[in-house]
């Protein structure tokens, strides 16, 4: 099975999540991570699986006014922000709304977000769910978030935990024969 894991990040933690997912997704299958803004329209195609993911802001997807703002946070000193290479760029919002970007058969979403109640946090998985579901690819497994502290890094114990989301996704990838080819008939 061939997957790709593609991430949006302003700060880092998001694409930390990303890498950790690969990690437990690449035990036995070909993977590769990329960040949204280095992804053409056809990237997908030929993969059987992605995982897509992104930062949780004002309870959902980016969009161009709060990747302004997460620029504008990282002007100021005293908020010791370093933003990502190519953030703000292109989010996941505007990438998955794209009729000409081509989706894998399967995905998975996962999102970063503050830590606290989702309820008051939001939690962008569940809008990239939704959108893939829409865009006709078929979810692998229920979103997934991971949460981010208010200091701006990732919550203790979060990498390991999409590294084993990432286990997960790859078993039940397998479980469901994503990436299992069709025998060819007789006498083809």
């Known amino acids: 099975m061939s997957a790709v894991v593609i991430y949006e990040s302003m700060f880092g933690n998001t694409r930390q999540i990303a890498d950790a997912i690969a990690e437990g997704l690449g035990a036995d299958?070909?993977?590769?991570?990329?960040?949204v803004n280095d992804v053409s329209p056809g990237w997908c195609e030929g993969n059987e699986l992605m995982v897509i993911g992104g930062p949780t802001?004002?309870?959902?997807?980016?969009?161009?006014?709060?990747r302004a703002q997460a620029r504008s946070w990282?002007?100021?000193?005293?908020?010791?922000?370093a933003l990502e290479p190519g953030a703000p760029g292109r989010g996941m919002r505007d990438w998955i709304a794209d009729?000409?970007?081509?989706?894998?058969?399967?995905?998975?979403?996962?999102?970063?977000r503050a830590d606290g109640p989702v309820l008051l946090s939001g939690n962008a998985a569940v809008q990239l769910d939704r959108a893939a579901r829409r865009r006709g690819s078929s979810r692998l497994?229920?979103?997934?978030?991971?949460?981010?502290?208010?200091?701006n890094t990732t919550c203790v114990g979060?990498?390991?935990?999409?590294?084993?989301?990432?286990?997960?996704?790859?078993a039940e990838a397998v479980a469901n024969g994503v990436g299992r080819r069709a025998a060819p008939s007789p006498g083809s």
């Open 29 to 35: 299958q070909q993977v590769t991570v990329r960040n």
């Open 57 to 66: 802001h004002v309870h959902g997807m980016s969009r161009v006014a709060t």
């Open 74 to 81: 990282a002007l100021q000193p005293e908020r010791n922000l």
């Open 99 to 112: 009729p000409t970007t081509v989706l894998s058969p399967h995905f998975a979403a996962f999102a970063s």
């Open 141 to 151: 497994a229920r979103p997934e978030s991971f949460r981010v502290t208010k200091a």
């Open 158 to 170: 979060e990498v390991p935990r999409a590294r084993e989301w990432g286990r997960r996704l790859a």
